[in-house]
C-alpha cells in the first residue's frame, strides 16, 4: 500500500547488488511512495548484480561509484544534483564487506589489510558520504540520511568477526556527523541496526541459517524481513519522523530488548 510519504522527494540509494539486497526493497518502496532515486554501486557489482533490471523496472538512472573513493562520491553527489535539479531530500547507505570474513579469518586471528579494508568499505565509507553531501551542501532542509548496523555493533557475538568493529564505528560516525547536520544543515542522521537477514552480504556469516532461526524464535514479534526494514527506512526518509537523528534504531521485532535465555517463542 502506498501513504505517499515521499511525494516530491529525491534520494539516492546505495548498495543494490540484487533482489536479496535490503537496498532494493528500499527502492521498490521509495517509488512506490512517490519519490525519484538514483541507483549506485561499484562497478564491478553493476557488471554482475541485477540493479540495472531494478533499475530499468522503476526507471532510475544508475551511476558507478566506489564508496570508499571520494573522487567518485563527489561524481555520484555531483550527477544526483544535476540529475534532479538540485539538493536532496535522503540517502541509503546500505554497504558492507569484510575480506576476512569472505575468507573465514576469526577475529582472533585477522589479517590487517583486510581489516583496514573492512573498516573502509562498511564504516569509513559513510563518513566520506556525508562529509561529500556536507562540503557540496547537497541535502535539504529536513533531509534525511540513514545507513543499515547490526547488533553486533553493540554486543560480543563470535562470528561476525570485524564487521562488529565497523559497525560499532558507523554509529559513532551517526551521532558524531549527525550532530553537526543536525545543528548547521536540520538534517537527519540515523542507523538502522537489522534482523539478520538472508543477502549475498548476510550469507558470508558463518552458520547463518541456524542463526536466523534462532534470533526467529528469541525476537518476540519474529525476525524483520528486508522488506520490513524497507517499511521501516522510509519512515526515517518521510516527514513523519522529523525530530528523530543520531540514534542506532533497532528493528529487529524486539530481539534487543529481551533476556534470550527466558524468552524462547513457544
Ligand atoms: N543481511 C543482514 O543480515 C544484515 C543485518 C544487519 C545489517 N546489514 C547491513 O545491511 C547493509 C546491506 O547489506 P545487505 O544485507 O543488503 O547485503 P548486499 O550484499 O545485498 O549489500 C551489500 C552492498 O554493499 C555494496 N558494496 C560493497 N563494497 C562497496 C564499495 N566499495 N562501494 C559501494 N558499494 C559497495 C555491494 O556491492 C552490495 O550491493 C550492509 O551494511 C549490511 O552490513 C545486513
Request: overall charge negative.
Given at each position: 500500500?502506498?501513504?505517499?510519504?515521499?511525494?516530491?522527494?529525491?534520494?539516492?540509494?546505495?548498495?543494490?547488488?540484487?533482489?536479496?539486497?535490503?537496498?532494493?526493497?528500499?527502492?521498490?518502496?521509495?517509488?512506490?511512495?512517490?519519490?525519484?532515486?538514483?541507483?549506485?554501486?561499484?562497478?564491478?557489482?553493476?557488471?554482475?548484480?541485477?540493479?540495472?533490471?531494478?533499475?530499468?523496472?522503476?526507471?532510475?538512472?544508475?551511476?558507478?561509484?566506489?564508496?570508499?573513493?571520494?573522487?567518485?562520491?563527489?561524481?555520484?553527489?555531483?550527477?544526483?544534483?544535476?540529475?534532479?535539479?538540485?539538493q536532496i531530500d535522503f540517502v541509503l547507505h546500505s554497504i558492507g564487506m569484510s575480506p576476512n570474513i569472505r575468507k573465514g579469518i576469526g577475529y582472533q586471528?585477522?589479517?590487517?589489510?583486510?581489516?583496514?579494508?573492512?573498516?573502509?568499505?562498511?564504516?569509513?565509507?559513510?563518513?566520506?558520504?556525508?562529509?561529500?553531501?556536507?562540503?557540496?551542501?547537497?541535502?535539504?532542509?529536513?533531509?534525511?540520511?540513514?545507513?543499515?548496523?547490526?547488533?553486533?555493533?553493540?554486543?560480543?557475538?563470535?562470528?561476525?568477526?570485524?564487521?562488529?568493529?565497523?559497525?560499532?564505528?558507523?554509529?559513532?560516525?551517526?551521532?558524531?556527523?549527525?550532530?553537526?547536520?543536525?545543528?548547521?544543515?536540520?538534517?537527519?542522521?540515523?542507523?538502522?541496526?537489522?534482523?539478520?537477514?538472508?543477502?549475498?552480504?548476510?550469507?558470508?556469516?558463518?552458520?547463518?541459517?541456524?542463526?536466523?532461526?534462532?534470533?526467529?524464535?528469541?525476537?518476540?514479534?519474529?525476525?524483520?524481513?528486508?522488506?520490513?526494514?524497507?517499511?521501516?527506512?522510509?519512515?526515517?526518509?518521510?516527514?513523519?519522523?522529523?525530530?528523530?537523528?543520531?540514534?542506532?534504531?533497532?528493528?529487529?521485532?524486539?530481539?534487543?530488548?529481551?533476556?534470550?535465555?527466558?524468552?524462547?517463542?513457544?
Amino acid at each position: 500500500m502506498s501513504y505517499n510519504l515521499l511525494k516530491g522527494k529525491r534520494g539516492i540509494i546505495t548498495g543494490v547488488l540484487n533482489e536479496q539486497s535490503i537496498a532494493w526493497q528500499v527502492a521498490k518502496r521509495a517509488i512506490e511512495e512517490g519519490a525519484e532515486i538514483i541507483l549506485t554501486n561499484t562497478p564491478m557489482a553493476i557488471r554482475f548484480g541485477t540493479i540495472n533490471q531494478l533499475a530499468a523496472s522503476i526507471n532510475s538512472p544508475v551511476v558507478a561509484a566506489d564508496a570508499t573513493n571520494v573522487d567518485e562520491l563527489e561524481q555520484l553527489v555531483d550527477s544526483a544534483m544535476q540529475h534532479f535539479g538540485g539538493q536532496i531530500d535522503f540517502v541509503l547507505h546500505s554497504i558492507g564487506m569484510s575480506p576476512n570474513i569472505r575468507k573465514g579469518i576469526g577475529y582472533q586471528e585477522l589479517n590487517y589489510d583486510f581489516y583496514a579494508k573492512t573498516l573502509d568499505i562498511s564504516a569509513m565509507s559513510y563518513h566520506k558520504l556525508l562529509q561529500t553531501l556536507y562540503k557540496k551542501d547537497a541535502l535539504r532542509k529536513g533531509g534525511s540520511v540513514v545507513a543499515l548496523s547490526y547488533i553486533a555493533g553493540d554486543r560480543a557475538m563470535r562470528g561476525y568477526g570485524d564487521m562488529a568493529d565497523a559497525k560499532a564505528m558507523l554509529q559513532s560516525i551517526t551521532r558524531n556527523f549527525g550532530l553537526i547536520f543536525a545543528q548547521e544543515k536540520g538534517v537527519r542522521v540515523n542507523t538502522v541496526s537489522q534482523s539478520p537477514t538472508m543477502t549475498t552480504a548476510g550469507q558470508g556469516i558463518e552458520g547463518m541459517t541456524e542463526m536466523i532461526d534462532t534470533i526467529d524464535r528469541i525476537s518476540p514479534l519474529g525476525n524483520a524481513s528486508a522488506e520490513d526494514c524497507a517499511d521501516y527506512i522510509i519512515t526515517l526518509f518521510s516527514d513523519l519522523t522529523r525530530k528523530v537523528t543520531m540514534q542506532t534504531l533497532y528493528h529487529d521485532g524486539g530481539y534487543s530488548s529481551v533476556l534470550p535465555v527466558f524468552s524462547v517463542n513457544k
